[in-house]
């Protein structure tokens, strides 16, 4: 056999060695990501590959934090080659570093960062172990068929948001919606189909979400929703779009079309001293089976006294 021969004959197997090695090396590249250690986005991690990103609770922040006492926009990640500055943007309740506020501080690996009652990092991970730390967060706070937040990742994160709204008596709106005749549509369409309607839908719901507000899937084709200091027209309106969007889309499944509307309930409350979050769950349930009563595919707005939606008279 000629010496060219048997360069041609080892040259696919090199090929894919090589490959197997530079997969390997990219598997081993260490990238920066922010790790939040607690508060209620325990658990949450991003990578940060941009030149910089904003933290803080508005929808307009490179990274929302559900935390409460986080200003709107609070401080500022710069991302350089061999290390990361954060800037605190003149924040209400400051930011914090080995318990000493600061306004301007290079971070070393592992620095412990507190705003609010959030405590983050900068860590330094392959691709492998930050995809591995966010299955087991995804499989503890996510719903497993839609991918957005359970009922409990859902509770823990409005307490917070609800103890906000009380402490500041500002608004907040809890929205219900349900599928309509579920029923119906998995016994005639079948339970994959079913599953199919209620993915996109919660892909439909997400979109329209600012990225401060919640969304979860409260238990088989109902969902919640809370928005953050949002009016009853506002939540009205923003509901009435997402239903008219819903009736309107085209479901399918294997190539049937499959026709699907939902029913909305909705509570807005300037939260007092004297609400409950589980009251005022109960309260935009009740409309969202008002709404099923009255006909479906319709959103209710509840009306209330203060009694009615005292802690006290929760079941």
């Not at 991918?147 to 219900?176: D, H, P, T």
């Given at each position: ?89 003149q924040?209400?309740?400051?930011s ?101 309607v209620l ?33 009853a ?31 909305i ?31 479906r ?19």
């Amino acid at each position: 056999m000629s010496d060219s021969s048997q360069k041609a004959t080892l040259l696919p197997s090199t090929t894919l060695v090589n490959e197997v090695v530079n997969n390997v090396r990219a598997q081993l590249v260490l990238d920066p990501y922010l790790v939040i250690l607690s508060g209620c986005d325990r658990g949450r991690q991003f990578k940060l590959h941009q030149l910089s990103y904003v933290i803080g609770r508005c929808h307009e922040a490179d990274i929302v934090i559900g935390d409460p006492k986080i200003s709107r926009r609070h401080g500022v990640f710069s991302i350089f080659k061999d290390r990361i500055l954060f800037e605190d943007l003149q924040s209400t309740n400051g930011s914090y570093l080995a318990g000493e506020r600061i306004e301007k501080c290079w971070l070393n690996v592992h620095d412990r960062i507190l705003v609010g009652d959030t405590l983050m990092r900068i860590d330094y991970k392959c691709y492998n172990e930050a995809e591995s730390e966010q299955a087991l967060y995804r499989a503890a706070y996510t719903d497993a068929l839609t991918g957005i937040f359970n009922r409990g990742a859902f509770m823990q994160r409005a307490q917070e948001e609800f103890s906000f709204c009380k402490r500041n008596n500002v608004l907040m709106s809890i929205v219900m919606s349900d599928v309509d005749h579920f029923k119906d549509i998995n016994d005639s369409y079948g339970h994959p189909a079913g599953d199919q309607v209620l993915m996109e839908l919660s892909a439909i719901l997400a979109e329209q979400m600012r990225k401060e507000d919640l969304l979860a899937r409260y238990g088989g084709e109902e969902f919640i929703m809370l928005l953050r200091e949002t009016s009853a027209d506002a939540a009205a309106g923003w509901a009435e779009r997402i239903r008219q969007i819903v009736m309107q889309y085209p479901f399918a499944y294997k190539g049937q079309s499959i026709p699907a509307t939902i029913s909305i309930g909705i509570c807005t409350r300037r939260i007092s001293t004297l609400d409950s979050l589980h009251a005022i769950i109960r309260i935009a349930d009740d409309a969202l089976y008002l709404a099923k009563r009255n006909g479906r595919n319709r959103l209710e707005i509840a009306h209330f006294t203060d009694s009615s939606i005292s802690g006290n008279d929760v079941k």
